[in-house]
């Protein structure tokens, strides 16, 4: 077969594949493109040591064992693996005589096989993003229309076992003595010693090993386990509740889960401190329903500085006060960045942004002599000249003071902090509507609207967490394939123009594993990831595409722009590695030119890099 015939198969091959249709691909029609490709007599398709399909063939036997199999087949089989849905299939095509697969086609195969298994696997992630999307919102919608309890646990833990794929979990509500399930109700006391210590005073995770334990046995009469594992959710920084996960954690990514779970901690902290706080509040405070409206607010999707700018205009009646400016901690400066503000001008608030007050001021203001609750008033003569200057209204001189009035220049200063006691921001009020220093109701209202603030920051900072997992490369750090096609085809469907893309792939980088390991492999190519993004810089995007490949967008750029950029890559990696010669071969692609959509420009651009690697082979052939 020559070298155009073989290309055109190929390409019919991946065409072939691109047909498939990914939500419902069967194992089966890929290996049956695989065998009309290579033109062998039957195939057998095993998982997990067993058969599962085999075609029409007189000289393979049918046996329901791999091992047994390949000790009865062990002539002329030719093997690929394929991956769905974290399994592996094991594909054996049965070869006439006389027949043979070069090296390069094998490789050419397996690697679109491995393509389209990542292909599957991104398809898989995104619906489970899609679906895990839709149950928290319909959560969300849930627990913001009632102030039960038990539904509340219900609706949470519902959604836990349906975003973590398992009937095994439970979630229980400390109130008073007593611990509330979705349909039991369990006398704390009966918690065995060392989970409440665990739980309640450590605030940490506990595991619990033994099966037979008397309180789970009473709890889950009718389950069979051997472990149990609680995870606490706080309110004010004191646990009020825990999920119980039995018979461990069964999925392999366990921070993962756990994640998941304390996001839903986070989700029962606001919907049943609510509950809590309408209890209390309901008999002094007539806005309830101010409360509610801001409680659903903040379980709503906003961006944090929207959210908050949301927030803060509500709150105004709700609170009291007229004026509200909310400052979130940064800990790498050690100051505050004042983020929201409302009944602040435009143009004083602008330039309030641009003021960051330092920690170490501000905390001259937490006195014990100013303080009410967790929050502190300082009358006006009490305030510290220091503070006068990071003012955003200036202080007029000032008037005597009549007890219990509020006068111009006081300050009160509501800290938020976390579960864990950290700062996170400061509520700044001033001028209230009745023209009154507040009283302690007043002051836990503030407090009560601050917690729901940390648990909103808090829940930002974990989705921000979550998406930062699903758009990066664990190993590597960079961005992954999923970032890869969403910002490229965004870029695309923006219209900009020239968009580079560069696929990169190391130079017998098995041979490298192979003589040195895995570990420093891995290392190479961790080093390899931060070189590129040292030479991109803030030009463009470093994405894992898959194995020892990276691919490069580099927006704005041509392809001249970009080979030079590459060859900066090449540069620094003989500096880098001196004593091991690391090389890599690269394929372009430019858009327009070069493709109109995201599936063009990675075609051309592998393309071009099976070109380049093609030209060092036949150099090497050469030159030997």
């Known amino acids: 077969m020559n070298q155009e015939i073989k290309e055109k198969k190929i390409i019919k091959l991946l065409n072939d594949f691109c047909g498939l249709n990914l939500r419902e691909i069967d194992p089966r029609d890929v290996a049956q493109k695989i065998q009309k490709y290579l033109g062998t007599l039957s195939f057998s398709i095993f998982l997990n040591n067993h058969l599962?399909?085999?075609?029409?063939?007189?000289?393979?036997?049918?046996?329901?064992?791999?091992?047994?199999?390949?000790?009865?087949?062990?002539?002329?089989?030719?093997r690929f693996n394929f991956n769905k849905n974290s399994e592996i299939y094991h594909f054996y095509f049965e070869a006439p005589d006389g027949?043979?697969?070069?090296?390069?086609?094998?490789?050419?195969?397996?690697?679109?096989?491995?393509?389209?298994?990542?292909?599957?696997?991104?398809?898989?992630?995104?619906?489970?993003?899609?679906?895990?999307?839709?149950?928290?919102?319909?959560l969300n919608l849930n627990v913001i229309t009632t102030l039960n309890e038990r539904k509340i646990i219900w609706y949470i833990e519902s959604a836990a076992r349906r975003l973590l794929d398992t009937n095994e979990i439970f979630l229980f509500y400390a109130i008073d003595d007593r611990l509330i399930g979705r349909d039991k109700t369990i006398p704390l006391?009966?918690?065995?010693?060392?989970?409440?210590?665990?739980?309640?005073?450590?605030?940490?995770?506990?595991?619990?090993?033994?099966?037979?334990?008397?309180?789970?046995?009473?709890?889950?009469?009718?389950?069979?386990?051997?472990?149990?594992?609680?995870?606490?959710?706080?309110?004010?920084?004191?646990?009020?509740?825990?999920?119980?996960?039995?018979?461990?954690?069964?999925?392999?990514d366990q921070k993962y889960f756990i994640t998941k779970l304390?996001?839903?901690?986070?989700?029962?902290?606001?919907?049943?401190?609510?509950?809590?706080?309408?209890?209390?509040?309901?008999?002094?405070?007539?806005?309830?329903?101010?409360?509610?409206?801001?409680?659903?607010?903040?379980?709503?999707?906003?961006?944090?500085?929207?959210?908050?700018?949301?927030?803060?205009?509500?709150?105004?009646?709700?609170?009291?006060?007229?004026?509200?400016?909310?400052?979130?901690?940064?800990?790498?400066?050690?100051?505050f960045d004042r983020i929201s503000g409302v009944g602040i001008s435009k143009s004083k608030l602008i330039a309030a942004k641009r003021v960051h007050p330092p920690l170490d001021l501000i905390k001259k203001l937490f006195k014990d002599c100013h303080r009410i609750s967790y929050s502190y008033y300082i009358p006006a003569e009490d305030v510290d000249k220091e503070i006068r200057k990071y003012e955003i209204y200036k202080t007029p001189k000032l008037r005597k003071r009549i007890d219990q009035l509020w006068v111009k220049g006081d300050v009160l200063i509501s800290p938020v902090y976390s579960r864990n006691k950290e700062l996170l921001a400061i509520i700044s009020l001033d001028?209230?509507?009745?023209?009154?220093?507040?009283?302690?109701?007043?002051?836990?209202?503030?407090?009560?609207?601050g917690d729901f603030l940390g648990l909103t920051i808090e829940n930002h900072n974990l989705f921000e967490k979550i998406e930062n997992l699903s758009y990066h490369d664990e190993m590597t750090g960079v961005y992954n394939y999923r970032f890869l096609?969403?910002?490229?085809?965004?870029?695309?469907?923006?219209?900009?123009?020239?968009?580079?893309?560069?696929?990169?792939?190391?130079?017998?980088?098995?041979?490298?594993?192979?003589?040195?390991g895995h570990l420093r492999g891995d290392e190479i190519l961790k080093k390899i990831a931060h070189l590129l993004e040292a030479v991109v810089g803030r030009d463009g995007f470093v994405t894992r595409y898959g194995g020892d490949e990276f691919i490069v967008i580099l927006p704005g750029l041509g392809l001249r722009g970009a080979r030079n950029r590459i060859k900066k890559l090449a540069h620094l990696l003989s500096q880098e590695t001196p004593d091991r010669k690391i090389e890599f071969s690269c394929g372009f692609a430019s858009f327009p030119s070069d493709g109109k959509n995201f599936a063009d420009l990675i075609d051309f651009a592998d393309k071009k890099l099976y070109l380049e690697k093609k030209r060092k082979t036949n150099e090497g052939k050469s030159s030997g």
């Open 52 to 78: 599962l399909y085999q075609s029409d063939g007189d000289s393979v036997r049918l046996t329901v064992d791999e091992e047994s199999f390949l000790k009865e087949n062990y002539k002329n089989l030719i």
């Open 99 to 138: 027949f043979t697969l070069s090296s390069s086609e094998y490789e050419i195969i397996d690697n679109l096989l491995k393509i389209l298994s990542q292909a599957v696997s991104i398809r898989e992630f995104s619906q489970t993003r899609i679906i895990e999307s839709q149950i928290i919102n319909e």
């Open 189 to 252: 006391r009966e918690l065995p010693s060392e989970v409440y210590t665990q739980l309640f005073k450590a605030r940490q995770i506990c595991y619990l090993k033994d099966g037979k334990n008397k309180f789970l046995k009473s709890i889950f009469k009718n389950i069979n386990f051997t472990e149990a594992i609680f995870i606490p959710f706080m309110i004010k920084n004191y646990c009020r509740g825990f999920f119980v996960v039995l018979n461990g954690i069964k999925i392999s």
């Open 262 to 335: 304390k996001f839903l901690g986070n989700q029962a902290s606001i919907a049943l401190e609510r509950v809590e706080l309408f209890a209390a509040l309901n008999r002094a405070l007539k806005e309830s329903q101010g409360l509610q409206e801001l409680a659903r607010i903040m379980l709503t999707p906003y961006k944090l500085r929207l959210l908050f700018d949301e927030l803060l205009k509500r709150a105004q009646k709700l609170l009291g006060f007229k004026k509200i400016l909310c400052s979130i901690y940064n800990p790498k400066t050690r100051a």
């Open 431 to 449: 001028e209230p509507y009745n023209n009154l220093v507040p009283n302690i109701e007043r002051i836990k209202l503030i407090e009560a609207f």
């Open 485 to 516: 096609r969403e910002k490229l085809t965004g870029l695309i469907e923006k219209g900009i123009k020239p968009i580079t893309v560069s696929l990169i792939d190391l130079d017998n980088f098995k041979k490298y594993n192979d003589r040195y």
